[in-house]
C-alpha cells in the first residue's frame, strides 16, 4: 500500500511540473523551443490524472484528489467523469456545498442523467433541506420513473417532512420496483408505526429481516415486540444481537439519522430500561463512544 501511494505521489509531482509547463509560455523566448502537447494528449492525460485521483479517493486522501482532478478539469473540461469524481471527492471531504457546484457542471454536460439529481438530493438531505432534495428528487424520477432509489430518496425527504403517508406511498413504489430492496420495505415499517399500525409494521420488518440481516430491521422488530408483550424473549434476544451488530442505535441523535420517527424512539426507551438489556446497553453504549 505505501508503495502504492509514493508512486501515486511521484505521479502527482510530474503532473504538477507540467502543469508549470502549461502557465509558462510567456517564457518559451529564454527557453529551447519545445512541442506543446495536442489535445488529444491533453485529454489522455486528464483520464490518466482522474484514474489516480480514484485511488486517492480510496485511500482516504480526499483532498489530495480534489487538487488533481481540478488540474485533471483544466486540460480537459468537458469530461463528465472528472466532475463526477471531483464531486465524489469533495463529498467525502465534507465539502458538500462545492460538490453541489461540481454537479452543476454534470449537468450542463448531460442534464438527462437521472443520478446527478438523486446525488444533488443527498447532499441536500445531509444539509439538513429536505424540500430542495424533494425537488432534485423527482427531476430524476422524471427523467426515469422506475429507479427504486429515487422513490427510496423522495420517501426518506418526506419523513423529514414528518409527510408520512407521501413517505408510504413513495416507498411502496421503490419495493414494489424492486421486491429485494429491503431499506424502503423496513422504511415502510417504519412510516407504518408512526402511523400507528403496528401490525402492519412489523410485518415489514420480518420481511425486510429476511432479505437482510441488518440491525435495523432486527431492532425496529425487536421493539415493536416489546410493546407489545414486554415478556417476549424473542424481542430481547432480538435487540441484543441488533446492538452487538451496530451499537451506534442505542444513541438518539444516530436513530434521528436514520430516519427513526418520536413514536419508535419512545418505545425503543423502554426497551433499552428492561433489566435483562442493561448489559447489552452499557457495551453499546462503550462501543459508540
Known sequence: ????????????????????????????????????????????????MGKTAVQLIQFGQNNEAIKLLKLA????????????????????????????LSLDEVIKLNPEEENTYFTKASIYMELNDPKRAKDFVK????????????????GNA???????????????????????FWQSINNEGLVLYELNNSQEAILKFKLALNISQNAEPMLALAILLYSSDSNSIESINLAKNA???????????????????????????????????QKSVREA????Q
Open 1 to 48: 500500500m505505501k508503495k502504492t501511494i509514493r508512486t501515486i505521489y511521484k505521479f502527482i509531482l510530474c503532473l504538477s511540473l507540467f502543469e508549470c509547463f502549461l502557465s509558462a509560455r510567456s517564457l518559451h523566448a529564454f527557453l529551447p523551443t519545445i512541442n506543446e502537447p495536442t489535445q488529444e494528449e491533453l485529454e489522455y492525460t486528464s483520464i490518466q
Open 73 to 100: 478539469i483544466k486540460l480537459n473540461p468537458k469530461e463528465k467523469d472528472l466532475w463526477i469524481t471531483l464531486a465524489e471527492a469533495q463529498m467525502r471531504a465534507n465539502k458538500n456545498h462545492q460538490a453541489l
Open 139 to 154: 427531476k430524476g424520477l422524471f427523467i426515469n420513473r422506475n429507479n427504486e432509489r429515487g422513490y427510496f430518496q423522495l
Open 158 to 180: 418526506e419523513i423529514m417532512l414528518k409527510n408520512y403517508k407521501l413517505a408510504l406511498i413513495a416507498f411502496k413504489k421503490s419495493s414494489k420496483i424492486n421486491s429485494s
Open 243 to 277: 446492538l452487538k451488530a451496530d451499537p451506534q442505535y442505542i444513541l438518539k441523535e444516530y436513530q434521528t439519522k436514520q430516519l427513526w420517527g418520536e413514536k419508535l424512539q419512545k418505545s425503543a426507551e423502554l426497551l433499552f430500561k428492561n433489566k435483562k438489556m
Open 285 to 288: 453504549k462503550e462501543k459508540s
